[in-house]
């Protein structure tokens, strides 16, 4: 049974690259708290407002993009997302102007908007264009290309963000005249702002060759009541803890991520364009293994990969808790946790998504603001960093695996 059908061949190539682009945004996002820390000598919970921005955005738009492609097309709620998108890669210029961070985090609002529209809309969409056996095969490819996208990000946030901040500490900055410091501030603010510019300009010109692409038409048309969908989704018990089990994966993904570049720096004594070397390798990990998970789901269920791979994250979490000052031992278990979080977001969507039948678009939107974990999980995250360290922080992510893998298990037994 083919996973991508001809006939949707260049549909689902076009939709594909959707997931690079978000996944540029995601990740460069990530490595801003490392950036604002330095830049503003802030605390790990202040730098976390970042992310409470970012998906927070995705949370309070996933609906309203939901019902608008519903009333609309699949490719207008794409045209839409991109049009918020590159309007906020935009506003960083005037952030930079005001060095304002509400202003920043303002920017990082609308932008993540933009992504939560395209997240809404590509996931069912590539999960609509074919066999309904082979869905989340079908999503777990698509996926593949977010980390590529995440590497990109990655790459431009290492040479054309933290490649260009300065490297005085929070007392040497304390000791500046105020005219020193605001210098060097907008130096680093610049670095920020055209970095994400250029991705602005990108999108644009991704936005225009959209507009005179024709995509296919199939299941745009609204179907029923939307209150009607509302109620028999809550009833439906794989999708309601689908949605809590995606709450707290990504919570766990972007904890994880967020403060690797800070527990490098911390085991191997490196700044912070090193050591996103290390976040850098974290991502070249996690999208090897989206092939590689692709290839196993030939073999065994996405059930039973799902509880072996949260499974085994809660362990490499454990590591990074208990063994501070192991060096590369925590790094490597930190990397791996990368390898084992590939598979969970495109299962558990998949899987909560099975038996929802017209209701997917409503339900996708629940999925998608259940990516509000991120926004709520982090800056818990950094509360804990700041009282208890760093390594202690990592028990966060590694108590949602645990809430993951209970949805796994629950998965498995019901399939059964």
Not at 9 to 25: C, D, Q
Not at 147 to 176: C, D, V, W
Not at 241 to 262: C, D, L
Not at 293 to 313: E, R
Request: glycine share 8%; hydrophobic share 55%; aromatic share 12%.
């Amino acid at each position: 049974m083919k996973t991508i059908e001809k006939k949707y061949l260049v549909p689902f190539i076009l939709v594909s690259l959707l997931f690079l682009l978000w996944g540029i945004a995601n990740n460069m996002t990530d490595t801003l708290l490392a950036a604002f820390k330095r830049i503003m000598s802030m605390t790990d919970s202040q730098t976390s407002l970042i992310q409470f921005a970012f998906y927070g955005s995705y949370f309070c738009f996933a609906l309203p993009a939901a019902l608008f492609i519903r009333r609309y097309s699949y490719k207008s709620g794409i045209i839409l997302g991109l049009i918020l998108y590159a309007a906020g890669t935009m506003l960083f210029f005037p952030a930079s102007l005001m060095s304002s961070y509400v202003f920043y985090l303002i920017a990082i609002y609308v932008m993540a908007g933009g992504c939560s529209i395209l997240e809404t809309t590509a996931n069912p969409y590539i999960l609509a264009m074919g066999d309904p056996q082979t869905a989340t095969r079908r999503l777990n490819v698509a996926q593949s290309l977010n980390p590529i996208g995440s590497i990109i990000g990655i790459l431009m946030s290492k040479y054309l963000i933290l490649g260009n901040l300065n490297t005085a500490s929070a007392n040497e900055r304390a000791q500046l005249s105020s005219g020193q410091l605001e210098q060097m501030q907008r130096g680093e603010l610049s670095a920020v702002t055209s970095t994400y510019m250029i991705v602005g300009f990108v999108l644009i010109a991704i936005l225009i060759g959209m507009l005179l692409v024709r995509m296919p038409k199939g299941g745009d048309s609204a179907r029923g009541s939307v209150v009607d969908s509302f109620r028999r989704l809550l009833h439906n018990k794989p999708y309601t803890f689908g949605v809590i089990a995606m709450f707290f994966y990504v919570g766990a993904q972007i904890g994880v991520w967020s403060f690797t570049i800070r527990i490098v720096m911390q085991e191997l004594g490196m700044l912070e364009a090193e050591a996103s070397n290390i976040y850098l390798y974290s991502i070249i990990t996690f999208c090897l293994a989206r092939f590689v998970f692709t290839w196993l789901m030939k073999y065994f269920t996405p059930n039973i990969l799902l509880v072996w791979a949260a499974a085994l994250d809660i362990v490499l979490c454990a590591i990074v808790v208990f063994c501070g000052g192991t060096g590369w031992f925590l790094v490597v278990s930190l990397i791996m946790v990368s390898f084992f979080m590939s598979l969970q977001f495109p299962t558990i969507y998949g899987i909560a998504l099975e038996d929802v039948g017209n209701d997917a678009k409503i339900g996708a939107s629940g999925l998608i603001m259940a990516i509000l974990g991120g926004a709520v999980i982090t800056p818990l995250q950094g509360i804990v960093s700041d009282r208890y360290g760093i390594n202690m922080a990592y028990i966060v992510p590694m108590l949602c695996f645990v809430a993951v893998c209970a949805y796994s298990i629950y998965a498995l037994k019901l399939k059964k």
